[in-house]
């Protein structure tokens, strides 16, 4: 399996939250103002420079732990409510001002935590002041609007227990936390919010939502003493209340025992689980840095993708405020036998747990995570986690602890934690087996589409204090002033000097297209070549060049997508390393014979699998025969590659005239010159440069098919068509205006038309996918199969409304004033930075696009959308997929 393969098995981890996530230094004491207002309200404000940005985190220290017995969504519930209006603050307005904002506003419930976020530019802070305080203040709690939120939210249920994963984490939670408020996940049953009432959510609101349970985190480029001040003012008269007692923590034994269950995945799955102690336990450090050992690169687990034991293998977990949970995985083919991976896993758990772990991977895990929190003043909503997680799930007053925790962890006090906990006959073990759904089927055309009655947009009149902040549209002005240089092998290297912290970030991309550069007799060798980079470069195996990595704390991949992350007095040592394996993967004769073994095994499961049904189906349905965006790895064409194949793509495809390097952080531009050059500068390419981009193609017809997935309880519905524009069509930026209009946020057309007015669909979303010669234009949602029709005619009748008549003043205004305050975001973290001006070199466009589309935006008319929209997007040409459950239509 590929680096991506492995990437892909591991990312239901994530989607999970098994990831352990590490605060950030507090920095300059200076930076930092905190203060307890006497209702009880925690407040700490921490300035960054980074970007013209802050973030807002409201921390309810309320989850689904405190959730009434039969009601494990209670919180969940809660939550979806606090966007539902408040006394003096409407749904309408709400959603409006949410809008206007163009940040990054969301929530989510945890176990014993609720957070309310915004990332905004520096200029709303006040607006989003505001809009915590009126929550705070009060919910309306319309029986009308729980009818339908509950909806949607039950939507919410249905497309995560459509994921088989999901299904193995909600059956792990219980028996590992079983009799605990633990035992169950913060999502919550479709059941119990049938039976949940108004009453029961202003119960719950009123115990929990006070001051007095609640720590306001703000970072940003905001003047500390000053935004303390505004606090005070808007949130010092709320009262505090008396808190409900808390539910009581006494964990049993966990039993050992084994689960079989099947999966849509394309590859088996096993997982051992153990219960761990949590984040407010004195082990917390010594579990982390346990976890963050045996899940190493260097470890006898992740060994075990590479040596062909299984198709990838490793160690992940989640600590909790009260427990936590480790699981070591592995990953099998879909026809494969998954006995030999699981003794192989109990094996070397058994021999960690009776002779410990390898005290330098001991030592490489704490240089890690502190490099970690290090790395988290490089984004302004990172540093505000990085406060948040210290105060309300750690229990401590600041990230700094965390520091001093990690390096006081020895070898012994890992491997006593690894006796105890560690037992592979009290796991629990589970064995994931795909199981096959069928071919998709194409269905006969719809009928006539269901209509609905339409009311026009009404206009929604704001609170003074939103009125004042959003009646003005500007250009953004970006705080990023990048050193553009051309070295003398054509490489571009784009420096962009930052100051948050101590670690430099470098990403890279070359421009290549397998699908055009690769004889179709030898597709598939662009993901080998991928594949073998893991396995180190021509220098340094994997395991000595992970070593080198983990002596100076960095991060690093390579492939045709490359990246670092180091200290910056280690960033000379830690490029050598990135170029000598950018420039030599390990063509290991033995690495190449156990991928292919390898991808052999696993494609046919990969083939077989729903989602791979369901995305070739939609191609096929959208682009011509033969088109090369059509091509795919089979097991006979891997089997026919050799190695000298590899190596002559390589050879062709990796060119320095075709790479961009993006380095961000506390360096100047000619220091990274001269770091980069004295790398890179004997890498050379010759002949012309190859094509990499797409033909055109001509426009689709409208067609219908469905993917059966029998894992699956919600259906998921795709309708797309290509288009005839590209990314540098003019009308562009009326099409991506429009769809913000349409499926932007909270107050766009088909938010409001699907989930806020009718509880069909938990979200909706729709994009423009424009490439140098072709175009895509998609929506997407997941809903009940009964609902599918009736959210397919409200999605056709409001894109014949984008094309039919003009947005309305106001929607436009807003989704300008949106798109525009949303610039900033994309240089409020080194990543984003990097990621932005990446993106920008490779795709051929200026280094100031963002400035020069807001100018694009501003000049737009409701005609000019309206026209650009009737021009190039049909909705009676549109593809409909459907992945899952049918639904007899």
Excluded at 393 to 406: F, K, Y
Excluded at 495 to 505: D, G
Excluded at 539 to 557: P, V
């Amino acid at each position: 399996m590929t680096r991506s393969g492995r990437a892909v098995f591991g990312a239901w981890l994530v989607g999970l939250g098994l990831t352990l996530a590490v605060p950030a230094m507090a920095g300059d004491s200076r930076d930092v103002v905190r203060d307890t207002l006497d209702n009880g309200l925690q407040v700490v404000v921490v300035h960054s420079d980074l970007a013209p940005v802050v973030t807002t985190q409201m921390n309810y220290r309320v989850g689904s732990s405190e959730a009434p017995e039969g009601f494990p969504g209670m919180a969940h519930a809660t939550e979806h409510m606090m966007f539902r209006g408040s006394p003096g603050l409407s749904k309408d307005q709400l959603s409006a001002i949410s809008a206007s904002m163009g940040g990054d506003m969301n929530a989510f419930t945890a176990q014993d935590l609720t957070q309310y976020h915004f990332t905004v530019p520096r200029n709303d802070l006040d607006v989003a002041l505001h809009i915590e305080a009126a929550r705070m203040k009060g919910l309306d709690l319309d029986a009308d609007d729980w009818q339908q939120e509950r909806g949607a939210i039950e939507q919410e249920v249905s497309g995560d227990l459509s994921n088989p994963a999901f299904r193995f984490y909600t059956q792990l939670v219980d028996e590992l936390f079983r009799g605990t408020p633990y035992a169950h996940t913060p999502l919550g049953t479709r059941d119990s919010f049938d039976r949940t009432t108004v009453a029961q959510l202003r119960e719950f609101y009123s115990s929990w939502y006070v001051p007095n349970n609640a720590v306001l985190v703000i970072a940003g480029d905001v003047d500390p003493g000053q935004t303390l001040s505004k606090v005070r003012s808007l949130f010092g008269d709320i009262p505090r209340q008396p808190l409900p007692e808390r539910p009581e923590f006494e964990f049993s034994p966990v039993r050992g025992q084994s689960l079989e269950l099947s999966t849509n995945n394309p590859y088996g799955s096993i997982y051992m689980a153990w219960r761990l102690p949590g984040l407010r336990d004195d082990d917390f450090a010594t579990a982390k840095i346990m976890l963050d050992a045996l899940g190493s690169q260097r470890g006898e687990l992740a060994a075990m993708g590479f040596n062909g034991t299984a198709l990838a293998g490793g160690m992940g977990g989640r600590l909790m405020p009260h427990a936590g949970l480790a699981m070591a995985y592995g990953a099998f083919p879909a026809d494969g036998d998954p006995a030999p991976i699981r003794a192989r896993m109990r094996e070397i758990i058994r021999h960690v747990a009776h002779e410990g772990v390898d005290p330098a991977l001991v030592e490489a895990a704490k240089r890690r995570a502190i490099a970690a929190i290090e790395s988290r003043r490089n984004s302004i909503s990172g540093l505000a986690g990085a406060w948040s997680e210290a105060l309300v799930e750690q229990g401590v007053d600041s990230p700094d602890r965390l520091v001093a925790r990690i390096e006081a962890v020895t070898p012994e006090q890992v491997n006593a934690l690894a006796e105890r906990v560690l037992d592979p006959d009290q796991a629990i073990m589970a064995t994931l087996t795909p199981k096959q759904s069928g071919e998709p089927v194409s269905k006969e055309g719809y009928g006539q589409p269901e209509e609905f009655g339409t009311t026009p947009e009404s206009s929604v009149e704001l609170p003074q204090w939103a009125q004042q902040a959003f009646a003005k549209l500007d250009i953004p002005v970006s705080s990023l002033e990048p050193a553009d240089m051309q070295l003398a092998n054509g490489i571009r290297l784009i420096v962009q000097p930052e100051q948050a912290s101590q670690r430099l970030t470098l990403i890279g991309g070359i421009d290549t297209n397998p699908d055009l550069q690769v004889p179709a007799e030898h597709t598939g060798v662009a993901e080998l070549l991928e594949g073998l980079y893991q396995y180190g470069s021509a220098q340094h195996d994997r395991l000595e060049l992970q070593r080198r990595l983990d002596a100076i704390g960095a991060d690093e991949s390579a492939g045709s997508r490359f990246s670092l992350s180091v200290a910056k007095e280690h960033f000379e040592q830690g490029v050598q390393l990135l170029a000598e394996h950018e420039q030599h993967p390990n063509f290991s004769k033995r690495a190449f014979s156990i991928l292919k073994r390898q991808h052999a095994s696993s494609l046919p499961g990969y083939l077989n699998s729903p989602d791979f049904l369901d995305q070739q189906a939609m191609q096929q349905a959208l682009l011509p025969d033969g088109d090369p965006a059509l091509r795919h790895m089979t097991p006979e064409s891997v089997q026919g590659l050799t190695l000298d194949d590899v190596r002559n793509y390589f050879q062709q495809a990796y060119r320095p005239d075709m790479t961009t390097i993006v380095v961000v952080g506390d360096i100047t531009p000619e220091r990274a010159r001269r770091v980069v050059e004295q790398a890179f500068g004997d890498w050379q390419a010759s002949g012309p440069k190859p094509e990499t981009r797409y033909p055109s193609v001509p426009l689709n017809e409208a067609s219908r098919f469905h993917t059966p997935d029998s894992s699956a309880q919600q259906a998921s519905v795709s309708l797309a068509e290509m288009v005839d524009v590209d990314r540098d069509s003019p009308d562009r930026f009326a099409l991506y205006l429009g769809n913000q209009i349409l499926s932007g946020d909270f107050s766009s057309r088909l938010h409001r038309a699907l989930r806020e007015d009718r509880g069909l669909v938990y979200g909706v979303g729709s994009n423009f996918s424009l490439q140098a010669r072709r175009g895509r234009f998609e929506v997407s949602y997941g809903s009940d199969p009964e609902k599918i029709e009736t959210a397919r005619s409200l999605i056709l009748q409001n894109l014949q409304r984008m094309r039919n008549e003009p947005v309305s003043g106001e929607e436009l205004h807003r989704a300008k004033g949106t798109l525009l305050r949303q610039m900033p975001l994309n240089e409020s973290s080194y990543g984003a930075i990097g990621g932005q001006l990446l993106s920008l070199s490779l795709n051929g466009k200026p280094l100031d696009a963002s400035t020069r589309a807001a100018q694009h935006y501003l000049e737009l008319t409701p005609q000019a959308v309206q026209a650009a929209w009737q021009a190039h997007v049909r909705p009676d040409d549109l593809v409909t997929g459907v992945r899952g459950p049918d639904s007899g239509q």
